[in-house]
Every structure is written in C-alpha cells, then in structure tokens.
C-alpha cells in the first residue's frame, strides 16, 4: 500500500518539484533523479508508475514556453527510434522483479554521473562533426528504453543532440517535444502491465500542484540559474541515491 502521510510528502514533493525544474529549464538531463529518489522510499515499480502522469502534466505544461523553437528533424528520429525502445523496456519489466529494477535504475544514476565527470574532465571528447541520422535513431532506441525502466531518457537523447550544435533553447526545447511524445508512448504499456492504481493516482493528483510550480520554476530558471551549480546538485542526488538503490538491490 502506498501511504501518502508526512514522509512520503517529505521525499515526494521536493522529488517532484525537482523534476518539473529540469524538465523546465535544463533539458530533462537529471529529472530521472526524482524516480531515483522515490525508487529508495517506495515500490520501483510505485515509483516510475507515480512519477509518469506528473512527468507529462510537466511535459504539457512546458510544451508553450518552447512552442515550435525545436529541432523538428532531430525530435523526430529520437521520437521514431524511441518506440521500439519503450517496448523493449516493457518486454524487459515483466520479466523482472524490484531488486533488478532497483540495480538498473542505480546503475543508470551513477553511469550517468560518470559519464557527465569524464566529459567535464574532458576524457569524453566532443564529436567533432554533427552524428548522422541513424545515430538519432539509435539514440532514440537507448533513450526509449532508459526511460521506461527509469523516467531517464534524457543522457543518451543529449549524447545526440549535443552532437548537433543546437542553441540552448533550441535544445531544451527539442527535449520537451521528444520527451512529451515518448511519455505518451510509456503510458499505454505502463497501463497494460497494471503499473497504476488506484494509490498512485491518488498520490498523483496530491502531487501535480508541485509538478506544475516545479515546471514554472524551470521555464524562469533556464535564463537565470547557472547549469553548472544545478547540475552539481543533480550528480550528488543521483550518486547518493544510485549507491543506495544497488546495496538495497545486492543486500
């Protein structure tokens, strides 16, 4: 049973809030740090099935700010790659059980900060010319099934679009669009492997106040906030709560 009393409030809602501000204002990258974090409180399962309705009120609240300042091109061989990788991610979860969701959500958190350290480091270099086509597709695929099983689609959607030299804006828009359309995707077959109840819709309806001013501060964080003071809080949450979800899942 899902309890909404004062702890899950005190891990959901700042969860939650965090959530709508990456997907608002910084391109979606660290927003599966909410589905970490709630993967530690609650059921894996609970938890990606909680966090999806708020992510597409989110998706849909943001979608006006970045109105047609996408990539359409590059959106849509992320989109189209993207299906396949959602069925891959539902054929992969009803053959599983929680402590193998747990150990690939930890696993992505802190591959996800690794990644992000050796390209900061400058051990990952930029591509030098922009990926072709099929490369958008192939990260579509990654990034479809990266976010069935952990809401974390946005590394591998990134690893391609940075390769096209878009403009801020540009990229962060062309994230929403993707991320809107894969998360409509994700709701048929979280639906169909009986992911929601009546608990999580509860809980959801208690929550999308907080998705919603979560997205409103990301809109106004995108031109104000410094990527590289939020993105160091990110890769702390995830390092924490990657850690934690692997020794609950080998314990």
């Known amino acids: ?36 974090i709630l993967a530690i409180y609650l059921d894996p399962g609970q938890a990606l099935a909680l966090m999806l309705p708020l992510l597409m009120l989110i998706d849909l609240a943001t979608l006006k700010p970045y109105w047609r300042r996408w990539s359409g091109p590059d959106a849509r061989l992320l989109i189209l790659g993207g299906l396949p990788g959602v069925a891959l991610g539902a054929l992969l979860y009803r053959a599983t059980d929680a402590d193998l969701l747990r150990l690939l959500i930890g696993g992505i958190s802190l591959a996800f900060v690794a990644w992000q350290m050796a390209r900061g480091r400058g051990w990952v270099r930029e591509f030098a010319s922009r990926l072709p086509p ?39 828009a062309t994230t929403v669009l993707t991320f809107w359309a894969l998360n409509i995707a994700k709701f048929i077959p979280y639906a169909w492997l009986g992911m929601f109840t009546l608990d999580t819709a509860r809980a959801g309806l208690l929550l999308a106040p907080f998705a919603l001013l979560g997205a ?36």
């Open 1 to 36: 049973m899902l309890e909404p009393d004062i702890g899950f409030f005190a891990v959901t809602i700042p969860a939650v809030i965090f959530a709508g501000i990456s997907k608002g204002g910084f391109g979606s990258g660290v927003a599966f740090a909410s589905a970490s």
């Open 134 to 172: 099929m490369a958008g597709l192939l990260a579509g695929t990654v990034a479809g099934f990266t976010s069935f099983v952990s809401h974390a689609g946005g590394p591998p959607a990134a690893v391609y679009l940075l390769s096209q030299r878009l403009g801020k804006t540009e990229f962060q």
């Open 216 to 251: 409103w501060l990301g809109v106004k964080a995108h031109h104000l906030v410094p990527e590289r003071a939020f993105f160091a809080l990110a890769h702390v949450m995830l390092t924490l709560t990657g850690v934690k979800l692997i020794w609950d899942a080998l314990g």
